[in-house]
């Protein structure tokens, strides 16, 4: 038996039907719905959240207490605790597709010298004296650079050299021919970079003759969908037998649809475009080539490969020129990822006089810290707080996102897109927290104070009375229900402090045993970078006032946005810093924190507030 399903999303409103019986998310993902599910449907996260009208079960204990009593009163239910029982409407007021996306970042001048150049020639016509083969003929003329075996491009070349009188360009990577086209072409040549983070996606295009940017897109990664994290996306390559085909193709497609709008808005061919240049951490790394990520995610986290890789573009399904390459930056280890290479290499820490620490602060926080004689990194299981997950009112750095507040002279706080309220995102809640903790309605444990605690009475009115009880939790009342988009109060839970002071503690606890393992001072080190959309977006005197970064490093943090889209376009428009990346990968000593007894020490000092 079939039930009416219809569905209200940002798209518009269609009518279904559903199997009786299927599950509510299930459902929604066969019909391309896009609902947020950062635990991926496992029932932990407390974000499926959708508005239904009709009929539905009870609400479970469990989903009643990660839904809240006031969502559950205006109808909200989690779209992954249900099943389609009988007819019903689905309101899914999901804000993907409009969040802010870091994609500016500190640029450097670099040496100009493409991946992928190009030359005209006029090659010398064959004769009865002459009777060179086709391909000994073009490469004759190339410096000695051979061909490689590639029977698609020596299939074109009798065809291609008769069909320009022998006037071709030929263009090159490395030592190679990697392809000769009719006619000169050589005044069309460009590249795309692309930074692909678990959350977002950043292509950046190149003008390879140039060296000069042309155009910048940005999307959500598809693969969110299947949890917020690598650990869960892992998890459905390895529970569904087609799950490691679907993560790649989900991947390739952002890469595909970033070259289609390149080409649409500056009026470019596909075959225009000759290298693409990949970054992202390790787990992306594999997707993207679809290598099993299995071993990444349990002890003792082997990863397929940390190498660089130069493919055929067409081999990865990615649509640019056939000739074109793909070009894999390398990574270090499970949790050091070609991302952050290509942050260290644009952040130039690794040729800087004196110490830089670099972090970058997503689910995880990679910490590299070092310069030119030296480089030490490491991983930091921080969860998924910063990025809105497993916060009450948590949500990612979108349209209506609460993400900065002030609570000098009069509480304040503004939304992204200057929107009603909808939640609030990791800036947000960094700013939430280090707030509370100058008004004192936290104390240096973490816990929210109650009118029994000698501070409540002095605390100023205006404070006060957003203290209330929500659930059956302490809580600070950051936005009423009536400013919000949807009628639900939002607030920071006492619960919402503790995950905070969790992930805190980690990025605190993996910087100092890193400074301990070079056998550095915390005082030594000359400059913080801030990397990724979290690091662009954060208060830094907020950031320090919690204790996320250590208070010995004020004055020297820097925000550098996305350094590694920006490490990915030095390595589009230069071979030498391309190879510098490879040289960085090298140097970069691993720490593994969960084989180092001294971080639980750091971190069970490091959950204080000080
Ligand atoms: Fe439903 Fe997380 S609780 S996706």
Not at 419 to 429: D, E
Not at 479 to 487: L, Q, T
Not at 552 to 576: C, M, P, T, Y
């Amino acid at each position: 038996m079939d039930y009416n399903v219809k569905v209200h999303d940002k798209s518009g409103t269609r009518s279904l039907k559903a199997g009786a019986g299927i599950n509510l998310l299930d459902f929604l993902r066969m019909n391309s719905v896009d609902v947020d599910t950062p635990c991926s449907g496992k029932g932990t996260c407390g974000k499926c959240k959708v508005r239904v009208q009709g009929l539905m079960e009870e609400a479970s204990e469990k989903e009643m207490k990660l839904l809240g009593k006031n969502a559950l009163e205006n109808g909200y239910r989690l779209a992954c605790y249900n099943k389609i029982t009988s007819d019903i409407e689905v309101y899914v007021d999901s804000d993907a597709g409009e969040a802010k996306i870091a994609t500016g970042a500190k640029e450097r001048e670099v040496e100009h010298c493409p991946i992928i150049s190009k030359r005209f020639v006029k090659l010398k016509a064959p004769d009865i004296e002459d009777q060179a083969s086709d391909i000994e003929r073009v490469t004759a003329c190339s410096g000695g650079f051979d061909m490689p075996e590639d029977i698609a491009l020596i299939r074109t070349l009798p065809h291609v050299l008769r069909n320009s009188d022998f006037a071709v360009t030929c263009g090159y990577m490395d030592d190679k021919l990697i392809f000769v086209e009719p006619g000169d072409t050589t005044q069309k040549l460009y590249g795309i970079a692309v930074d692909i983070g678990t959350t977002t996606v950043a292509a950046y295009l190149l003008d390879l003759n140039t060296g000069k940017k042309r155009d910048v897109y940005s999307l959500l990664n598809p693969q969110r969908k299947y949890g917020a994290d690598v650990l869960s996306r892992i998890d459905y390559t390895v529970s569904c037998p087609t799950g490691l085909d679907e993560m790649n193709e989900l991947i390739i497609s952002c890469v595909n649809e970033a070259a289609s709008v390149f080409c649409s808005r500056g009026n470019l061919a596909r075959e225009d475009i000759y290298a693409v240049v990949l970054v992202g951490n390790t787990t992306m790394m594999h997707f993207l080539m679809k290598i099993p990520a299995n071993s990444i995610a349990a002890a003792p986290f082997i990863p397929g490969t940390t190498r660089m890789h130069k493919f055929r573009a067409r081999d990865m399904g990615i649509e640019i020129n056939p000739f074109g390459y793909a070009v894999m930056f390398p990574c270090v280890s499970a949790y050091i990822g070609a991302d952050t290479v290509a942050a260290v290499l644009s952040s130039g820490m690794y040729e800087n006089d004196g110490i830089s620490l670099l972090i970058d602060i997503g689910t995880n926080g990679e910490i590299v810290l070092g310069g030119r004689d030296w480089l030490y990194s490491c991983s930091t299981a921080a969860g998924p707080a910063f990025e809105g997950a497993n916060i009450r009112n948590g949500v990612g750095g979108v349209k209506g996102a609460i993400d900065k507040l002030d609570f000098a002279g009069g509480f304040s706080y503004t939304t992204i897109g200057d929107s009603k309220a909808i939640g609030i995102c990791g800036s947000g809640i960094v700013d939430a927290i280090a707030g509370m903790l100058s008004v004192g309605v936290i104390d240096e444990t973490g816990r929210i104070v109650d009118e029994d605690d000698e501070i409540y009475s002095q605390l100023h009115e205006s404070i006060r009375e957003r203290l209330v009880d929500i659930d059956g939790m302490k809580a600070f009342l950051i936005a009423k229900a009536e400013e919000c988009a949807s009628p639900i109060d939002i607030a920071i839970t006492q619960k919402d402090v503790r995950e905070l002071q969790n992930a805190k503690a980690a990025i605190a606890a993996g910087i100092k045993v890193l400074v301990k393992e070079a056998g550095i001072k915390m005082e030594d080190v000359d400059r913080v970078y801030l990397a990724g959309g979290f690091g662009s977006y954060i208060n830094i005197a907020s950031a320090l006032k919690i204790g996320l970064l250590p208070a010995e490093l004020e004055g020297r943090v820097e925000s550098i946005g996305n350094a590694a889209g920006a490490g990915a376009i030095e390595g589009i428009v230069s071979s030498v810093m391309l190879a510098k990346a490879d040289e960085i990968r090298s140097r970069i000593k691993y720490i593994e924190l969960s084989a180092k007894p001294e971080f639980v020490d750091e971190y069970v000092e490091c959950m204080m507030f000080e």
